[in-house]
């Protein structure tokens, strides 16, 4: 009884390490790609609206070194990350804005692109908890809770789903503490094709720079 008390405290909720092993598999799958370009659908829920709001964007990835996240047809949005600092631009106003890869604003997008050192599956069980796993018809969905104070503060809970094929996720979830619910679906991603190195720059005289 004590030896099983034990692994319960080590597990959270008793899921042992065989449940949790495709999400591994998938994160590890997922940054052997050369490259992914996938269109995807954002919806949104806030308090304060009594209608969802859905935004069509698309993104060009290369894993663990680049991404340019477009939201928006025409265009609202642009988050380019280059390898060195990421860019923040309002492509209606025509402002842009410098952040750190570990800014906290950025944070979630980058766990849900596999970027940076938190998006491993060690990284990631450093920031979360499992809290509940499901696989069928191919696909495996975990639900986390967050673990540092400062990151409870904004986030209640993360939901991850995984084509087991392709090892890319088809759903990304997050539910802040202030009742924001924001889902992006991904469809089905090119993989392994090439990207110009283009498509991570951009002219910069074309933008007002904060700060």
Aim: cysteine-free; aromatic content about 8%; charged content about 25%.
């Amino acid at each position: 009884m004590i030896r099983i008390g034990l692994l319960l405290l080590i597990l959270p909720l008793g899921l042992f390490a065989d449940e949790t092993a495709p999400l591994k598999a998938a994160l590890e799958k997922q940054a052997e790609h050369k490259s992914v370009i996938v269109v995807f659908r954002q919806t949104k829920k806030v308090p304060a609206l009594t209608h969802e709001i859905k935004t069509m964007g698309k993104l060009w990835l290369i894993p663990g070194k680049a991404f340019r996240w477009e939201l928006g047809k025409p265009k609202k949005q642009t988050i380019i990350y280059n390898g060195k600092e990421v860019l923040v631009l309002d492509e209606l106003k025509k402002t842009g804005e410098r952040l750190s890869s570990e800014d906290k604003t950025v944070k979630p997008l980058f766990l849900t692109l596999g970027m940076g050192k938190d998006a491993s599956f060690d990284g990631l069980l450093k920031l979360f908890t499992i809290t509940s796993t499901n696989q069928a018809q191919g696909r495996y969905v975990a639900t986390l809770s967050p673990k540092p104070r400062a990151l409870k503060r904004v986030v209640k809970s993360l939901l991850m789903q995984v084509n087991l094929k392709t090892s890319f996720p088809e759903r990304i979830g997050w539910v802040q503490r202030d009742g924001t619910e924001a889902m992006t679906e991904f469809f089905k991603p090119t993989l392994d094709s090439e990207i110009a190195a283009s498509t991570f720059q951009i002219e910069e005289g074309a933008y007002m720079w904060k700060g």
